[in-house]
């Protein structure tokens, strides 16, 4: 089993409505959680980091963490042809020595015009 | 302030030759990573390390090797190239708050 698990997607949006991004994790220890976007033939870039159990927004993402169900989960409002792209999960775990995240696959994300 | 950078951008290697993937960061950051990408597999750690002086191995370290010559620089060598190596290989940093930058990746393909 993944530690960090994904759909692969593609996940297909209108322009302008809202697209839910999902994500499960094995290790109950794990601390803090991230969402990285990677444009194709690009390098990954961080969207939104989370702590806390609840919601954290910034502009028109929210990130949601629930430590209980071990789900993490993004959403994009008012989504736009330029949010087409592969998102990551990563979660880093309880192994803080080495301080590295533990991506999932991503989920691919069109949103049409 | 360039961010972290990796040089080559693309390579071909033949089977068994070797090559070193250089990576720098200008953000004085004590951790530095590398990761391969295949499809459908996300972001694999190769090697990493955790501070100037140690290097540590990853879930795939499998035929690579890895130096951290100075806090800045952190490379990535392979001694005798195979075809499952035909990857893109991602260099890494880290804030203390575990945010991590990415470069812009080297393509690597192993005939």
């Known amino acids: 089993q993944k530690e960090v698990e994904q759909n692969s997607g593609p996940l297909s949006v209108p322009e302008g409505a809202i697209a839910s991004l999902n994500c499960t994790y094995s290790?109950?220890?794990?601390?803090?959680f991230f969402w990285y976007r990677q444009y194709s033939g690009k390098s990954p870039e961080l969207i939104m980091s989370?702590?806390?159990?609840g919601d954290k927004e910034d502009g028109r993402f929210t990130a949601q963490l629930n430590k209980a169900s071990q789900y993490v989960s993004l959403l994009i409002r008012d989504s736009q042809p330029s949010d087409s792209a592969t998102y990551l999960c990563?979660?880093?775990?309880?192994?803080?020595?080495?301080?590295?995240?533990?991506f999932g696959s991503g989920t691919r994300l069109q949103v049409q015009p | 302030n360039a961010g972290v950078t990796q040089t080559p951008k693309f390579q071909v290697l033949k089977t068994g030759q070797s090559m070193t993937l250089q990576c720098a960061q200008d953000?004085?950051?004590?951790?530095m990573y590398w990761y391969r990408q295949d499809p459908g597999m996300g972001l694999r750690l190769i090697y990493y390390?955790?501070?100037?002086?140690?290097?540590d191995k990853g879930e795939v370290p499998n035929g690579y090797n890895v130096s951290r010559l100075n806090k800045r620089e952190f490379s990535l060598r392979l001694e005798s190239a195979a075809p499952s190596q035909t990857s893109v290989y991602f260099c890494?940093?880290?804030?203390?708050?575990?945010?991590?930058?990415f470069g812009p990746g080297t393509r690597l393909t192993v005939l």
């Open positions: 890494a940093s880290t804030t203390p708050g575990d945010t991590q930058y």
């Open positions: 290790d109950r220890g794990s601390q803090s």
């Open positions: 989370i702590y806390s159990n």
């Open positions: 990563a979660a880093h775990g309880r192994d803080t020595g080495r301080r590295a995240l533990t």
């Open positions: 953000m004085n950051h004590n951790s």
């Open positions: 390390s955790a501070s100037e002086g140690t290097t």
